[in-house]
Each structure stands twice: as C-alpha cells, then as structure tokens.
C-alpha cells in the first residue's frame, strides 16, 4: 500500500478522499489554489501545498505544478478525484512517466475511451448495444445532414471528447444543424480543447442508468449494480439512486454483464461507469464510459457496503479485488440530492460568497453528508456550484425519500444561495413518487 498520496482535487471529493486515506494509514498531500487556500480539504490534509491562482487553467489544471507538488512532497502516486484532470489521459501519462501511480485506469484506455465516438466503436465490436448515431466524428454540415438524414430527426449532436453535459445539443430539424453544430463544437472547444463532434439518434422520454465498475489489475472485474440518474437540467446530473426501479431482475442482469464486457474489452482497471440509455421499451444503448470515480458514487456504496475510493487506492497498489460478483449484494434503496450555490429563483444563477451560518444534517440510521463547507468558509465562483452532497439509505424508496426530506429540512445555509428548495419540491413531486421519470422530466415540468 502507499505511504503518501496526493489529491489533484477540491471541495468535497478531496475531502473525501482525504478521510479515507486517513482510515487506511496513508499520508495525504493536498492541493490549493489561491482561491482554497482557508479551504477545508488544504486543511485537513497532512500536508498543503499552494499550485497556482484562483482560475482553475493556472491551479488544478495545471499538470506541471500538480506534478511538481507530488514530487517535492514524495507523494507515490496521484488521487484525481472526478473533474479537472480525471480524465486527461495526457496527465496520467506524465505520472506515469514521473513514477508517480495515477488512481485510475491507464492513460492509453482513457484515451480510447475518451473519444466517445471511438468508444461506442469499442463497445458495438464488443457486443454492448450501443444508440445508433456517426461512425465516428464527423466533418462539415454536408456530412452532418446525410447522417441526420439516414438516423431520422430528433437528433444530438455531442462532443467527441469530454463530457459533463457539455457539447450537446438537441436538433429537432435540418433548419436547426448548422447553428446547433456551431454551439456544440464551440462549447466542447473552450471545455476539452477539442471541437470535433459525433452525432446519435435521440432517445427521447429515456432513463439514464449506469453501472458502476471496478477492475484490478489481475483481470477480475465486477459491477455493484446501477444508478438511476435520470433527474437532470441541462444535462447536468441533480438527484441521483440507486437501484434503478425501472429495471427488473432480467434488465438489471443483463446491463451488468453488458457493462462488465465493456470494461473487459478496453482491460478496464480501477473504478469506472459504464452509461446507459433505457428507452420506453425497456431496451438499453450504451453511451460512454466515465473513467473516474463518480459524484454519485455514495448511493453505490450506501446499498453495498464497499467503500469504492478505499478500493480504488487497493486496486492502485497492486491489490486482488476481495470480492467476485456472486459476493455482491445490494440491501435497500439509496438516494443522493447534490446540493449547489445557485439561485433557483433566478434561473439557477451561481451564488458564490461567504457562508455566514451552516446546520448540516445529523442524527439517526442512514443518512449521509459529503461536503467541505463550514461556518465562514467561501464559496468561490471560479469552480463547480456543488457544495454538498446529501445521501440517505432506508430499507425502501419511500423510507429512503423519508430521510432525504427530514434532512433536506435541516439543512441550513445562509450566505449563499442554495437549491434546497427546489430538492425538497422534487422529492414532493407525485411523479417522482411514482418513479415515472425521464431525462426530460425537470424541463417539461419547471420548464427549465
């Protein structure tokens, strides 16, 4: 096992990386920008060392200095948590050419799987259904009308590389494409540094279910079940649980076979999502592997009882997986609410400040809270609105949904500005309760 690790991160998944290197024995090595610097996880944290300024290009994007933080400190190997770097197979490559372990898969299989179009290549020879959609990116608004012309509008148009919701974008119409192309590549230009765009068939009125992963190093890989995440707003992920009510027995068994082939077909390491789209009919399409650990991944572990980032660092060293998929059991029903500094009543605006005054929930049997805030801490605008992420267990979705609105109701924030409100009108929502949703549920019903 490591002595030292550093965490390329911040905010809460740094935290939590953090406490789980703390339970394991090993030294942490944090990392800040200017902005962070009174920031929680640079104070828990054995030791701190200051990458850059406030903007995320010049601090955690910032390869060289992350780099050069892990040697000076001695740190064996590199945690990215999920964003910034997590995915930059440029930056696993230079750890691994500095002797440093990056926790994550190698950085030639983030680099298949980091071009979507090349991955859903990836999956269709591996027998993994996957949307119908481009062979690969393609060039030019020629192109992209003969293939929206052969799939058959509502069509996307998505970033090759990256992901996050960024580079999408909806085309209903052929009068739609070529202004619809011009925003996408725009926005996956200034996000990944790439423009190239592939297209799909839209699924439309689907679920988004994936399956979370883990593979050593000696071949054996395993799945730990499925997260619904089909609650979003523009594309972006706000309440999350696990397992899926959607699927049955039948469903459920064949998307975790479909998910562990995907992983065998690339030789997956460390922990990863395999990403699925469930249409009306209960057909699934594969639509990208995330290779990270994700913000979702608590519901995982609330159901299953493995802490996948103390998994993660045990893969990393060279460890066995202890477990095969006839272990796996899943007990219960799991809810998380990501909780961010925006204004509802504004369209969701980010709402970066000083918390002047902070009530986490606490108290009782299953209920979760990841953050990295405290009383007079700041919220900078430079980084992801997340503050918190609220996770509660229960023997049932109504038990579990139960403990979300009792903690929701404790949840006190004054400072900034927050989405509590609208979690808890969510969570009363009759559809919600019912399970009937889609990944257009939030835009049809708050027209968002």
């Not at 995320?56 to 190997?77: G, K, P, Q, V, W």
């Not at 948590?81 to 197979?89: A, D, I, K, P, W």
């Not at 493995?306 to 809810?335: M, N, W, Y």
Request: with cysteine; net charge negative; aromatic share 6%.
């Amino acid at each position: 096992m490591f002595n030292k690790i550093l965490i390329a991160n911040r905010g809460e998944i740094a935290v939590r990386i953090i406490r789980a290197c703390r339970e394991m024995g090993i030294a942490t090595v944090a990392v800040f920008s200017e902005a962070d610097r009174e920031a929680l996880h640079a104070q828990l944290a054995d030791e701190a060392v200051c990458i850059g300024p406030a903007r995320a290009r010049d601090s955690y994007l910032h390869m060289e200095n992350i780099l050069s933080a892990a040697c000076i400190t001695r740190a064996e190997a590199i945690h990215p948590g999920f964003g910034f770097l997590s995915e930059n197979s440029a930056f696993a490559k230079m750890c691994a050419e500095c002797r440093i372990k990056f926790i994550g898969p190698d950085a030639s299989v983030i680099e298949r799987l980091g071009d979507k179009a090349e991955a859903k290549k990836t999956m269709k020879a591996a027998g993994v259904p996957v949307i119908p959609g481009s062979e690969g990116a393609f060039v030019g608004l020629d192109a992209a009308r003969r293939i929206a012309a052969a799939l058959g509008y509502p069509v996307l148009v998505k970033a090759a590389a990256g992901g996050g919701g960024r580079g999408i974008r909806i085309v209903r119409a052929e009068s739609e494409l070529a202004t619809a192309i011009d925003a996408a590549s725009g926005e996956a230009l200034a996000a990944f540094g790439d423009g190239a765009l592939y297209m799909e068939k839209m699924i439309e009125n689907a679920r988004h279910v994936e399956i979370q992963l883990l593979g050593d190093e000696h071949g054996r890989i395993v799945h730990l079940g499925e997260r619904d995440c089909s609650l979003q707003r523009r594309n972006q992920k706000m309440l999350e649980e696990s397992p899926s009510i959607a699927l049955n027995p039948e469903q459920r068994a064949a998307m975790g076979e479909a998910a562990c082939r995907a992983a065998a077909a690339v030789g997956y390491t460390n922990a990863g999502t395999a990403e699925f789209l469930l249409d009306c009919d209960g057909q699934f399409y594969f639509m990208e592997m995330n290779t990270r650990i994700q913000v979702e991944h608590p519901v995982t572990e609330m159901v299953t009882g493995v802490d996948i980032v103390k998994t993660q660092l045990a893969i990393a060293a060279g460890e066995v997986l202890p477990f095969t998929q006839a272990d796996v059991r899943i007990a219960g029903h799991a809810i998380e609410c990501r909780i961010n500094a925006e204004d509802a009543k504004r369209g969701f605006a980010p709402s970066p400040g000083t918390v002047a005054y902070l009530h986490l929930p606490a108290g009782g049997p299953g209920l979760r809270v990841d953050s990295a805030m405290y009383a007079g801490c700041e919220i900078p605008p430079y980084y992801d609105s997340m503050i918190a992420k609220v996770i509660t267990h229960g023997a049932t979705r109504d038990e579990a949904i139960a403990k979300m609105r009792r903690a929701l109701a404790e949840f006190i924030v004054q400072g900034v500005e927050t989405n509590l409100d609208f979690q808890t009108e969510l969570l009363w929502h009759p559809a919600f309760l019912r399970g009937a949703l889609d990944t257009g549920f939030i835009a049809r019903e708050w027209l968002l």
